[in-house]
T-cell receptor, first 114, second 111 residues
Framework: DVKVTQSSRYLVKRTGEKVFLECVQDMDHENMFWYRQDPGLGLRLIYFSYDVKMKEKGDIPEGYSVSREKKERFSLILESASTNQTSMYLC?????????????FGPGTRLTVL | KNEVEQSPQNLTAQEGEFITINCSYSVGISALHWLQQHPGGGIVSLFMLSSGKKKHGRLIATINIQEKHSSLHITASHPRDSAVYICAVLNSGGSNYKLTFGKGTLLTVNP
């Protein structure tokens, strides 16, 4: 079974802090994704990576950066957390080859910025 | 941009009832994904389909490409089926990874 893990289930940070959210997958997937999920808005793509050190902006990249130094690990960074970044953050991964490959999701990190 | 609409937004059922959740989209797609999210956050993939029908246990997913519509059915519903069900589509001719998500249907099954 594919396993996608996220470093924290719940996180509370203060405005202005630098925040790191970590995601690890164990299936050698090329693609990794970071989404945020807000009530009434559904899931929105923040960043996507298709290989080590490669990244693409999603629909809402402002205020975020990412890092992919190893194939299995994809980090989301909030350089200076703000209250409007309070949200549920979900990581996902999938294979690259093929017309479309199913995305496998992690358990999510609920981030609160005070 | 593909508009993905789910109905109903909220659904309450009694244990044992047959459940239907609908998903419609505005632009042709190459694949559609049904996802389940339990309270607490984690998302589980239920089905990925591009035509016809798929069945897994008490869950059945159908898609009508011409009508741009998919349904998720749950037979003999159980309180453990209570969750948010999310439909996501992959646009035809677009990237092979970028999904457009519906806002979800909150299902509550009472004992």
């Amino acid at each position: 079974d594919v396993k996608v893990t996220q470093s924290s289930r719940y996180l509370v940070k203060r405005t202005g802090e630098k925040v790191f959210l970590e995601c690890v997958q164990d299936m050698d997937h090329e693609n990794m994704f970071w989404y945020r999920q807000d009530p009434g808005l559904g899931l929105r793509l923040i960043y996507f990576s298709y290989d080590v050190k490669m990244k693409e902006k999603g629909d809402i990249p402002e205020g975020y950066s990412v890092s992919r130094e190893k194939k299995e690990r994809f980090s989301l960074i909030l350089e200076s957390a703000s209250t409007n970044q309070t949200s549920m953050y979900l990581c996902a991964s999938s294979w690259l080859a093929g017309e479309y490959n199913e995305q496998f999701f992690g358990p999510g990190t609920r981030l609160t910025v005070l | 941009k593909n508009e993905v609409e789910q109905s109903p937004q909220n659904l309450t059922a009694q244990e044992g009832e047959f459940i239907t959740i609908n998903c419609s989209y505005s632009v042709g797609i190459s694949a559609l994904h049904w996802l389940q999210q339990h309270p607490g956050g984690g998302i589980v993939s239920l089905f990925m389909l591009s035509s016809g029908k798929k069945k897994h246990g008490r869950l059945i997913a159908t898609i009508n490409i011409q009508e741009k519509h998919s349904s998720l059915h749950i037979t003999a519903s159980h309180p453990r089926d209570s969750a948010v069900y999310i439909c996501a589509v992959l646009n035809s001719g677009g990237s092979n990874y970028k999904l457009t998500f519906g806002k979800g249907t909150l299902l509550t099954v009472n004992p």
